[in-house]
Structure formats: structure tokens, C-alpha cells
């Protein structure tokens, strides 16, 4: 069932990625400011795959199943993963001392990344999120 709100969703998305365009060319214009232009590029990028994941489900009328399944697993643990970097990473001085620049924040930083793979790989090769038909009843006999 596709209404106003996933064509909305879709539009956010699109816009999200201009702006963040738009800022990235702005920070390459101005070199002094300190705002990393390739991350603004990447992260624009990021969006416009995602809509045009949502474009591909608009046209095809929605998805259900494992495509669902696989959609909802990449876009939520991708924002775990940088929801996760810049904390573990970006974030040191809340941790103590010994665990500051530590192999230990860099592993829980990166893990949803693999983690991803993992359960992406799993949903795409296992039985269970298959679409299925409804069971039949069973006959039974007196």
C-alpha cells in the first residue's frame, strides 16, 4: 500500500541529498573553513542511492518479503554504523583514559558494518523470509 507519505519520504531524501551537495560545493569553494567536502559528497551519495531505492519501489508498487527485509537492514544499520563512529571515535574524551585511541572503541565503532553484511547475507540465502502462500486447511477424515 504506496500513499502520500512514502512519495513525501522520497522527497526528503531528494532534498537531503541538495543540501548536502550543495554544502559540500561550498566547502570546496572555501578551503578554510574546516568541513570535510568528501564526507558531504559521500553521505549525498548515500541518500541518492537510498532514493533511488525508493524510486524502484514506488514503480514496482511497493516490495514485501526479503527485498523489504534487506531494504530496512541496510538504511538502519548504516545509520548504526555512523551513529556508532561518531561516537566511539568522535567522542573519546567521555571515556577514560586507557580507553582513548584504543583498538577496543575503533572494533565497537566499525561493528554494525559487518554485523550488516552478516544478516544481509543471511536474509538473502535463507528459506525463511521467502514470500509464502497461505497454508491450505487439512482435510480431515472421520
Known amino acids: 500500500m504506496l500513499g502520500k507519505l512514502d512519495l513525501a519520504a522520497l522527497l526528503v531524501g531528494i532534498g537531503g541529498a541538495a543540501a548536502i551537495i550543495t554544502l ?3 566547502t570546496v569553494h572555501h578551503p578554510d573553513k574546516n ?3 568528501a ?3 559521500f553521505m549525498a551519495g548515500v541518500l541518492l542511492f537510498a532514493a ?4 524502484r519501489m514506488l514503480a514496482r508498487g511497493g516490495i514485501s518479503g526479503r527485498p523489504r527485509i534487506t531494504r530496512h537492514l541496510w ?3 548504516f545509520g548504526l554504523f ?3 563512529g561518531s561516537f ?3 567522542q573519546q574524551q567521555v571515556f577514560p583514559a586507557f580507553l582513548r585511541g584504543s583498538v577496543f572503541l575503533t572494533v565497537l565503532a566499525v561493528l554494525p558494518f559487518p554485523l550488516m553484511i552478516y544478516w544481509l547475507i543471511r536474509v538473502r540465502f535463507k528459506n525463511a523470509y521467502k514470500l509464502q502462500s497461505p497454508a ?3 482435510a480431515v477424515v472421520p
Open 24 to 26: 559540500g560545493v561550498w
Open 35 to 37: 568541513a570535510p567536502a
Open 39 to 41: 564526507m558531504c559528497f
Open 52 to 55: 533511488a531505492g525508493d524510486i
Open 75 to 77: 538504511r538502519m544499520c
Open 82 to 84: 555512523i551513529a556508532t
Open 88 to 90: 566511539f571515535l568522535g
Open 136 to 138: 491450505r486447511p487439512i
